[in-house]
């Protein structure tokens, strides 16, 4: 088990490395920094002045070496357009982010599972029906559109809700359903198959046979089965959600990461693009390793071994 | 009075083709404290019977029956709540497979509490007690640390003990084990039967024990019903059984085993040729008489069960006529 | 003997249901079929009218977009600012020379969508074939090989699915300056994980079958394996890979082009006719329904074809 666990992180670290090392070679490669920042008037000789100024001129390996050293300390340089940190930044969007984030992946819990559940127990029935046209639908709505019609109906129409900003908790539900139907429909199918199989099994059986009520046989007997797949897939759906936020964010005009990332990519702001697609792709990291280790403490079968 | 009494009990299963008659109108009973074998090949019927008697038949199956009664209590009339206070309880049940058959995520004390618990035979504690007490006596060592391990760190032979003991928790009047010797190695096979029947003797339960195996049967069995092609086509105690098969397909089942000392050295095993046949619509007559070498014209016909001497029966138009024509059963007679 | 004994009961049938269902006790044979095999049944049809309604849909979205200039009313770039906002046929105020509207710039909202149908399909058909050629090389070397290139081929694998995709396409639309082409290179280069991941485990599963034990044995180079032994056998779990990818490309670029960093105007490309009409939306809402619509039934429809297809690989096993 420790031995699992030291293993998962050490490919954390060299996956975070790896990815730093493409994103910063990715922006520095595919185009002129220098003429970007500049913009499309400018002379040959202010893009040589910027070209020194933000040190662009250096061979990259140095350039990627500083920017490294930065990184490590948490250092994520200046951003070209504000005046302030990157690091700053980041602290000052991150949580509203995280906070839709979060409810998103509660929505998507709360209504994926007791769904997929009620589907595999009354399977070929119309609720079984129900739920996979319910997946079908939400797996071809396009994010930024579902959020748009979300503002239309409750925001403008009924005006149940706010339809931009994030002053408070009420800011946060439409952005967070719009989020949460994205991730439902992967985490619904794969409750639904995992409890299929989970029935049919041999201990299910047993578990009649001592006469069990019928909930204890599908609560305690099924349903710890059935979900620990859905655990690791929560986890990773998370770190979709977080890097996919940018959608959702623009559409509700909340001020998170994904704006953030947004605006410094439209300004040509690269410390920024690059220290959040560096955070996010962390974040996923983090939690797929999460996501292990609470699949081990799952399932007793890796857990003692 | 039986314990169990089942007479002209049917599973009836909807399949692609149309309807499968898994069970077609069998009787047997069990009296207190007996052991009953059920014997036949795969797909005979035997473990759509056990789930019937447990009431955990498939949702889509439908199960007739024209007497289904335990202790006095008529199954079929019975709702669901009152067989789930059966289950477990007074009807408990070993199955075939021991390592799927535990659930991987609880552990062994967790699950062999779980039916004492469920019937409020007693607190935590006395359940505890028992699980240990019974751990011990189906031969586990250690039964107290065992109770917090998972199914996984046991072996099947292991397992299958613990399975014993989860059935024996409640003590029940009656146990089906549906082949739970088939998944093992021999040893741990014959290590099995005879904790099974020492069980059953000191206990005095009621044993249902299925098994395709007629060696196993001789060893362990009161009486014997033979099942083929969901029907039973033999029944009769062991001795009686043994010593006159009456139906032509227990002689071929017999003659299958290859005797110490009576099977001569290099001869070739025996095999009932032909295949079982297809029980999906209706099925007119013998079921054997496909695969029958004393097929008549008459067997075109549904032969009726026939009694014979020793309270032995057997499903055959030539039961009482027919001599033993089989080799083997010369041999021994 | 079954056989007989279903024809035996088959004249049986029509006089027991003559006489009422009930009037008559049964024999065994003439059982009507009950409830289960009805469900079971329609949830077959049910499979393959997915399948179906997909199909069709597909086929004719690309009917559509092969004949947009003969079925587009207008042409979709032009602009006429004196029928600026028309709304579609079923207001009020809608017309029969603009069935679906105009948009701001009066161009003709139907020939725009029409157009758009060829934006979709073309992102989402070469998008996918680029990613499925990268994937299927590194999931296919990964699974046959195994050892060490599978270790290091999983290890890019693990790298890709930790990016983000949306924002590193979307900082790399914005660097190259987006463009069709530069959207579909983009999109094709960044989706292949599924496909690395389907046909690595697929390899595994075929690595060890029979077959190719033979084919070893007969001497065959790994090439030849490869290539006409491994391919034709995963080329069915690849078709609903490509299916869901077409999907997840064709959303993917309406996503972009919403954000104003793909398909740039005045290409009337789906996303960005949502982003266009975003400002009207509070008070012309079909501006963003039409397009988001047309989007949701492309998207449908393939992923229907894709989950019929997968149903038809695996019989019984429907997720």
């Not at chain 1, 936020?245 to 702001?269: C, H, K, M, Y």
């Not at chain 1, 996923?284 to 999460?290: D, E, K, P």
């Not at chain 2, 009431?55 to 669901?80: C, H, K, M, N, V």
């Not at chain 2, 009047?173 to 190695?185: G, K, Q, S, V």
Request: with cysteine; glycine share 8%.
């Amino acid at each position: 088990m420790g031995i699992f666990i030291l293993r998962r992180i050490i490919v954390a670290l060299s996956v975070a490395l790896t990815i730093s090392i493409i994103s910063f070679m990715l922006l520095h490669l595919s185009g002129d920094l220098a003429a970007s920042i500049a913009g499309p008037e400018a002379t040959v000789e202010q893009v040589e002045q910027i070209r020194v100024d933000y040190g662009l001129d250096r061979p990259i390996i140095n350039q990627y070496l500083d920017w490294l050293g930065g990184a490590l300390q948490f250092d994520f340089g200046r951003s070209y357009y504000y005046q302030s940190t990157v690091v700053d930044l980041i602290v000052d969007r991150m949580p509203i982010t995280l906070t839709l984030g979060g409810l998103a992946l509660a929505i998507a819990v709360c209504v994926s599972i007791p769904l997929g559940v009620v589907a595999a127990i009354r399977r070929d029935t119309w609720v079984d029906r129900l739920a996979l046209l319910f997946a079908v639908v939400g797996q071809a709505m396009p994010s930024f559109w579902f959020g748009l019609t979300l503002i239309v109906v409750f925001a403008v129409t009924l005006q149940w809700l706010p339809a931009a900003g994030a002053g408070n908790w009420q800011n946060f539900v439409l952005p967070a359903i719009a989020l949460g139907y994205y991730a439902t429909p992967a985490m619904m199918r794969l409750t639904r198959t995992g409890m299929l199989e989970v029935l049919e099994s041999d201990y299910i059986r047993t578990a009649r046979a001592k006469g069990l009520r019928a909930g204890s046989v599908i609560f305690k007997h099924a349903l710890r089965n059935a979900v620990i797949p859905v655990v690791a897939l929560a986890a990773v759906e998370l770190g979709f959600m977080l890097g996919g936020s940018v959608v959702i964010e623009s559409v509700f005009s909340l001020n998170g990461l994904g704006q953030l990332a947004w605006d410094a990519i439209s300004r040509n702001d690269y410390p920024v693009v690059q220290a959040v697609v560096l955070i996010i792709a962390m974040f996923y990291i983090v939690l797929t390793l999460l996501a292990d280790i609470a699949n081990a403490a799952l399932d007793p079968r890796i857990r003692t071994r | 009075m039986s314990l169990l009494e089942v007479k002209d009990l049917r599973v009836d299963l909807p399949v692609e083709a149309g309807m499968l008659h898994a069970v077609r109108g069998i009787d047997f009973s069990v009296d207190r404290g007996e052991m009953l074998c059920l014997v036949g090949e795969s797909g005979c019927g035997k473990s759509m019977t056990s789930l019937a008697l447990m009431g955990l038949l498939p949702r889509r199956a439908r199960l007739t029956a024209g007497r289904l009664d335990f202790d006095g209590t008529d199954l079929t009339a019975a709702s669901e709540r009152q067989r789930s206070h059966l289950r477990g309880r007074r009807i408990a049940m070993i199955f075939q497979e021991p390592m799927t058959a535990l659930n991987p995520a609880y552990t062994l004390g967790n699950q062999l509490c779980e039916a004492y618990l469920r019937h409020k035979l007693g607190n935590r504690r006395a359940a505890r007690a028992r699980a240990i007490h019974l751990l011990e006596r189906v031969g586990i060592s250690a039964a107290a640390e065992r109770l917090n391990q998972y199914p996984h760190q046991l072996s099947g032979g292991l397992r299958q003990r613990v399975m014993i003991a989860m059935a024996l928790m409640c003590e029940p009047d009656l146990i089906i084990a549906d082949e739970p010797t088939t998944a093992l190695d021999v040893t741990i096979q014959a290590q099995i039967l005879r904790l099974l029947r020492e069980l059953q003797q000191e206990f005095g339960t009621a044993v249902i024990f299925i098994t395709h195996d007629l060696g196993v049967v001789a060893r362990i069995a009161d009486r014997v019903a033979v099942m083929y092609a969901g029907e039973v086509i033999e029944a009769a105690p062991t001795a009686a059984l043994y010593a006159n098969p009456s139906h032509p397909y227990t002689r071929g089942l017999l003659s299958c085993i290859p005797a110490p000392g009576k099977t001569p050295p290099g001869s070739r095993l025996q095999a009932i040729p032909g295949v079982v046949p297809s029980l999906v619509g209706h099925v007119e007559g013998c079921a054997f008489r496909n695969r029958c070498p004393q097929a008549q014209m008459t067997c075109e016909q549904t032969p009726p069960m026939q009694a014979l001497p020793d309270d032995h029966r057997a499903r055959c138009h030539f039961a009482d006529r027919l001599a033993p024509a089989v080799p083997q059963a010369e041999m021994s007679s | 003997m079954t056989a007989s004994n279903v024809s035996s009961a088959g004249p049986s049938v029509p006089s027991s249901s003559a006489t009422g269902p009930n009037t008559k006790p049964m024999a065994l044979g003439e059982i009507p079929l009950p409830a289960p095999v009805w469900s079971r049944l329609t949830r077959r049809l049910f499979g393959h009218r997915g399948l179906t309604i997909g199909l069709c849909l597909v086929a004719l979205a690309v009917l559509i977009a092969i004949f947009a200039p003969l079925l587009a009313p207008h042409d979709p770039y032009f602009q006429d600012i004196a029928n600026r906002m028309v709304p579609p046929i079923w207001h009020d105020k809608g017309t029969w020379e603009h069935v679906l509207g105009t948009d701001k710039l009066g161009r003709d909202y139907l020939s725009r969508l029409l157009y758009g149908t060829r934006i979709s399909l073309t992102i989402g058909l070469i998008a996918a074939l680029i990613s499925g050629v990268i994937g299927t090389t590194l999931g296919v070397l990964a699974g046959y090989f195994g050892g060490r290139v599978d270790a290091v081929i999983s290890y890019v694998i693990t790298t890709r699915l930790a990016m983000p995709v949306v924002l590193v396409a979307l900082a790399l639309a914005s660097l190259t300056g987006g463009s069709l082409v530069t959207v579909i290179v983009l999109l094709g280069l960044l989706l292949w994980d599924r496909f690395a991941v389907v046909s690595r485990s697929v390899t595994q599963q075929l690595r060890d079958a029979e077959y190719i034990y033979a084919a070893r044995t007969l001497g065959c180079s790994r090439a030849y394996i490869l290539v006409r032994e491994i391919l034709p056998n995963i080329t069915g779990a690849l078709i609903v890979v490509i299916t869901l990818e077409m999907a997840h490309a064709i959303l993917l670029e309406a996503t972009l082009s919403f954000l104003g960093m793909g398909v740039q105007p005045p290409l009337p490309s789906w996303g960005l006719m949502v982003a266009e009409g975003k400002a009207y939306m509070f008070f012309q809402p079909w501006v963003i329904v039409i397009p988001g619509v047309a989007l949701f039934l492309l998207v449908l429809a393939i992923n229907l074809l894709g989950d019929g297809l997968r149903d038809l690989n695996a019989p019984g096993g429907r997720n």
